[in-house]
């Protein structure tokens, strides 16, 4: 099974700072397609987890442009650009390449 | 507007049964895969379970293999979890999850259920 391991898992952010989470993977999440297999899911205080980027870059349908993800292989990248409050909580990184699907342990965002 | 909603949860004793549904609407429920996911309390996210299209395939995570069973009826377009031989270890809160069909037989999870707690205690 794939290992996804996410840091930092704690991230205290001022208002209109960047932030940035990195999530490593045991193996690569490259698929023959060309796709990198790797979601990223906000899940705010007391809500089901959404889905905010996936494919390793794409944001979904109503995601902020503020948010980006990046990276190829075994490394990738969620960035905001300037956090807001509305952005607490905690974000998953997931791997859809292989089954069982796996998520990283989380990195619990928090406003300073 | 997609919807899914789970039911069936609950208290049950260590070794009972379960059976969860969800019940999706607003698309066409049959020309997607689904998947189950939890989240122990104060834990992160694992996958549970997943089904094909039809129905055809299903797969499970090695802690519940030989006593989760995962269906689903698409005439009524909805997915269904069975739950059996419960452990104090599945208490937790299950979502019902929707695959996007992004690439062919990559999971990517754009819908989520409200979620449904389940509690295994005696």
């Known amino acids: 099974d794939i290992v996804m391991t996410q840091s930092p898992l704690s991230l205290p952010v001022t208002p209109g700072e960047p932030a940035s989470i990195s999530c490593r993977s045991s193996q690569s999440l490259l698929h023959s397609s060309g796709h990198n297999c790797l979601d990223w899911y906000l899940q705010r205080p007391g809500q089901s987890p959404q889905l905010l980027i996936y494919?390793?870059?794409n944001r979904a349908s109503g995601v902020p442009d503020r948010f980006s993800g990046s990276g190829s292989g075994t490394d990738f990248t969620l960035k905001i650009s300037r956090v807001e409050a509305d952005d607490v909580g905690v974000y998953y990184c997931?791997?859809?390449?292989?089954?069982?699907?796996?998520f990283g342990q989380g990195t619990k965002l928090e406003i300073k | 507007e997609v919807q899914l909603l789970e039911s069936g949860g609950g208290l049950v004793q260590p070794g009972g049964s379960l059976r969860l549904s969800c019940a999706a609407s607003?698309?066409?429920?049959?020309?997607?895969?689904m998947a189950w996911v939890r989240q122990a309390p104060g834990k992160g996210l694992e996958w549970v379970s997943g089904i094909t299209e039809v129905g055809g395939n299903t797969n499970y995570a090695d802690s519940v293999k030989g006593r989760f069973t995962i269906s689903r009826d698409n005439s009524k377009s909805t997915l269904f979890l069975q739950m059996s031989s419960l452990r104090a270890e599945d208490t937790a809160v299950y979502y019902c999850?929707?695959?996007?069909?992004?690439?062919?037989?990559?999971?990517?999870?754009?819908?989520w259920g409200q979620g449904i707690l389940v509690t295994v205690s005696s």
């Open positions: 997931m791997q859809g390449l292989q089954t069982p699907p796996s």
């Open positions: 999850a929707k695959d996007e069909i992004l690439v062919a037989g990559v999971w990517d999870f754009d819908s």
């Open positions: 494919l390793g870059s």
């Open positions: 607003g698309f066409s429920f049959s020309n997607y895969a």
